[in-house]
């Protein structure tokens, strides 16, 4: 399994898709509305309507959905994983990251350039919590506290994958993980786990590379980051 900065541009893709399936429906929600904020839901029924079918006023009885922008997204990457500081590399790559992200988080603004520039960035805010975390005792750690970056990713239980994957959807999603996402997720790390490894990689380096896969496919993920 290869870093996150050192994948290619398709691998990168790949990434990003793997908990992307809520932006297409977005997508295609914004660009129904002829390109206004995507809508979420209708926040009240029409009053002559019993089975609440009435007409839909755009202005009045709807929600916009936004996502981060571009001088708030490491800032809300920061907060949910819990960093208090990150690296020069990763502050770079914000300041990078930036011209191709979102400056007011409507949802008609989001592109694939945007979402290649957040799954990058999140890469390296991953880089950052698993550095920090693996210097700590297991038990204080605040997502691999099941993790032993001494073993190989083949060393992980179901039942530690699982709670990788809660802590982290309650974290970066503020929710449980669904049936549908979890499957999903656990698919892609075990696609993630059967690839070769990149040059040089002993165990210890195979799982860091796994956990920042991890975390990146999930910190990335409409669900991170909209509002």
Known sequence: MKKIMNMTLSQKRKLSAATMLPLAAMILMVSFQNC??????STKLDSVSTGGNGTLNLDEDTKPVTVAYSENVLTSMQLQTGLQTVSTRTLNSNTNAKAKISETGKADTVNAPMWISITNLAGEVCLDLVTEERAR????RRFFNQVDFARSPASLTSEARLDLIRRMARNFWGRNETAVERTVLLSSLSDAEAQPRRPGANDAAETEDFMIYSCTAMLSSLDA???
């Open 36 to 41: 206004s904020p995507g809508v979420v839901q």
């Open 137 to 140: 005792p297991a038990a204080s």
């Open 225 to 227: 980051i909209r509002f």
